[in-house]
């Protein structure tokens, strides 16, 4: 420090500020002094400690048989857990603190205990659907139920529907549960259902979950179509309460037979065909094209792209950190910054290792024809791909092809293309920690790789917009960034206003994106998990729709 700079506060109350709110507690106290072993094993549970947890199971089997431990004792703690949480009370991340817990219980009782055929409460298998990598949602009704007495056969990501009823019938389960994000999953489970249908197999119970379904679209639409049970799980609790209500199944597992499959027909039902009615888009001036082509950068600062990590998004949507009754929304605020935030901070220092932020992006001109979005090769005339893009079919009857400039147009338009990674790292890192039993931070580990993906996206956007020249609406808050206050928009493939995943094939020939370690899957989703591709559109009338 140089010594002509004054200090013009008092240190001392800088540092009492600091700490006004921190509790003390007396660490020489047992939190289980007084208690039954039965309410010690479930506060055990109740509140995450696993500290003498053992000792205390130990005492516990003086007295009760394993099995009655976790039926009896164990479990009651967990329905304590699911009520809090359902109250308000609990938020996510504790509630799987008390199941890494449990887990540990389980674990140390499972070598003493015989394995009495059909002891548990019920049994389902669990699958991501056909072309969806996404497993978060799944893998956390597998905690929940696993660690309430069900037994869970989870069989992974992009499972088609031969290999769902096979392991179901394989291993006599009781229910089927299909997970999926994006909005083609939502025509996948419906087609499952009919091939259940026409396999005879709608004596399972199903239960659907995923944030592009709706609660409406499964319990109107698709429970119409299939002959079965079937149920929306809005979160893992529901499918808890689900599963206990399920009460009698129509017939055994043992008694459903196998069918033969069959191909059920192709194509995606939200492409729909141009009719000669286009939505009314005022004809913008074409930026100059930066460059032809595709260029690539794997060198970031990974602290400058954390800011762009949006903080309500991560704690609140992949977290799940949840304002309690009550409280007002400055005080959950409060409490986040408390007690979310050096949780965040911690994490980008143990993980800023982990990330590996890669970029590969690129212009090219165009024009539009209908739906279609035709790219041009450098000469500006010779056709090199076409893109063809979802209607709606009410409302604005918007297109992505609407906001470029048309083949009547004098000259071509200018589009762009990213795609990002932040690695394959930190996908790894959170599946072990699944595996491990370590819940939160499995938790908190792919909140962070989703969410330091989508920052490095909009860090992208935002060089992007400047390489345009269309970054005369830059927001001076970066808070504003997250709520697109910019000129333009970029549209992720798979989701609402571009569904048709098939085209990020169509985007590879175009960026070329392997030299940074991306590959499509069969489905055309991309590898490593925590990347996301968009198509970038300079039209300052460009703004987010759904084609539904």
């Known amino acids: 420090m140089n010594s002509d700079k004054t200090c013009t506060y008092d240190p001392l109350h800088a540092l009492m500020a600091r700490f006004e709110n921190v509790k003390i507690t007396d660490a020489s106290v047992d939190p289980f002094q007084g208690l039954s072993i039965e309410d010690a094993l479930k506060k055990h549970i109740i509140d995450g400690i696993k500290k003498n947890l053992e000792s205390h199971l130990q005492e516990a089997l003086k007295k009760y048989q394993p099995l ?29 603190q008390s199941a890494e817990v449990m887990k540990a219980a389980v674990k140390i009782l499972e070598p003493l205990m015989e394995k009495v055929e059909g002891s548990e409460k019920g049994s389902i298998l669990l699958a991501t659907v056909a072309g969806d990598v996404h497993d978060i949602g799944k893998n956390l009704v597998d905690i929940i ?10 069989i992974g990501i992009k499972q088609p529907i031969n290999a769902i ?6 291993q006599k389960c009781d229910a089927i549960g299909m997970s999926g994000l994006l909005v083609k999953s939502t025509v996948i489970m419906k087609e499952n259902l009919l091939e259940m249908n026409d396999r005879g197999l ?8 995923g944030a592009a379904l709706t609660r409406a679209y499964v319990e109107q639409d698709l429970r119409s179509l299939y002959h079965g049970q079937v149920f929306y799980a809005q979160d893992a609790f529901e499918g808890l309460r689900l599963m206990g209500e399920l009460g009698e199944r129509d017939a055994k597992p043992e008694e459903r037979t196998r069918v033969s499959s069959h191909r059920l027909p192709g194509g995606d039902p939200s492409l729909y065909v141009f009719d000669g009615v286009r939505s009314e888009i005022t004809p913008a001036e074409p930026p100059k094209l930066p460059f032809y082509g595709a260029r ?15 903080p309500i998004a991560l704690f609140r949507g992949q977290w799940q950190f949840k304002r309690a009754e009550g409280m007002s929304n400055p005080e959950f605020d409060q409490w986040l910054i408390e007690n979310v935030t050096p949780v965040f901070e911690r994490l980008q220092r143990e993980l800023a290792g982990v990330m590996k932020p890669k970029v590969k992006w690129g212009y090219f001109p165009c024009r539009s024809d209908g739906n279609d979005l035709i790219i041009y090769h450098e000469d500006q005339t010779t056709e090199r791909l076409r893109f063809t893009f979802p209607r709606q079919r009410d409302q604005r009857r918007l297109c992505l092809a609407d906001f470029f400039a048309n083949l009547d147009s004098p000259q071509p338009d200018v589009v762009g293309f990213h795609v990002v990674t932040v690695g394959s790292e930190v996908s790894e890192l959170e599946r072990r920690a699944f ?10 580990i792919h909140g962070m790789g989703v969410e330091t993906a989508e920052a490095l996206a909009e860090y992208w956007h935002q060089q992007i917009r400047r390489e345009m020249g269309i970054d005369d609406q830059e927001p001076s808050d970066l808070k504003l960034l997250f709520s697109a206050k910019y000129h333009g928009a970029r549209y992720s493939f798979g989701y609402p206003a571009c569904p048709n995943l098939d085209d990020q094939a169509k985007l590879f020939e175009l960026l070329q994106p392997e030299d940074i370690g991306l590959e499509l899957s069969e489905e055309c989703m991309l590898i490593p998990e925590q990347s996301t591709s968009a198509i970038i559109v300079h039209h300052p009338e460009a703004k987010y729709f759904n084609v539904r």
């Open 68 to 96: 009655e431990i976790i039926n009896e004792v164990l479990l009651d703690g967990m329905k304590t857990v699911g009520e809090l949480f359902g109250a308000g009370k609990m938020q996510l991340p504790f509630v799987l």
């Open 296 to 310: 690539r950068r794997d060198r970031f600062d990974i602290h400058e792209i954390y800011k762009y990590i949006n």
């Open 435 to 444: 595996a491990d039993g370590n819940y939160r931070d499995y938790l908190y």
């Open 145 to 154: 139920l696993s660690n309430n007495g069900y037994r869970v056969v989870n």
């Open 202 to 209: 709608h004596s399972f119970p199903v239960i659907l979950g």
């Open 165 to 170: 009823l096979d392991a179901a019938l394989e």
